[in-house]
């Protein structure tokens, strides 16, 4: 069981960015998948998720400006974020088990590696 996120990068402020989290060695059938983000200096905080049933979740503070997806497949979850801000700058990370969606990290045995996000101002 794996995941990958990749899709960060640098992008400018008011821009927008894609990022995928690609699961192997199982579908999201009965897993829910949500996206951390580790901003510098700052504890992790959940900020999307969505169940297996594919309901989506948004913390109200990206709430408007964030979008949660999973592919048709059920192989990868996407988080499109618009509208970023300095503070969006994080290393973003997906994590999936079979839970209920939570941003309680202890419920989340599998975590992909994290993608750099940098939003210049």
């Known amino acids: 069981v794996q995941l990958q996120a990749s899709g960060g990068g640098l992008v400018q402020h008011g821009g927008s960015l894609n990022l995928s989290c690609s699961v192997s060695g199982f579908t999201l059938d009965y897993y829910a998948v949500a996206w951390f983000r580790q901003a510098p200096g700052k504890e992790r905080e959940g900020i999307s998720c969505?169940?297996?049933?594919?309901?989506?979740h948004i913390r109200d503070s990206v709430r408007g400006r964030f979008t949660i997806s999973r592919a048709a497949d059920k192989k990868t979850v996407y988080l499109h974020m618009d509208s970023l801000k300095s503070e969006d700058t994080a290393v973003y990370y997906c994590?999936?088990?079979?839970?209920?969606?939570?941003?309680?990290?202890?419920?989340?045995?599998?975590w992909g590696q994290g993608t750099l996000v940098t939003v210049s101002s």
């Open positions: 994590a999936a088990d079979i839970v209920a969606c939570s941003y309680y990290e202890p419920l989340y045995k599998y």
């Open positions: 969505i169940s297996n049933e594919g309901t989506p």
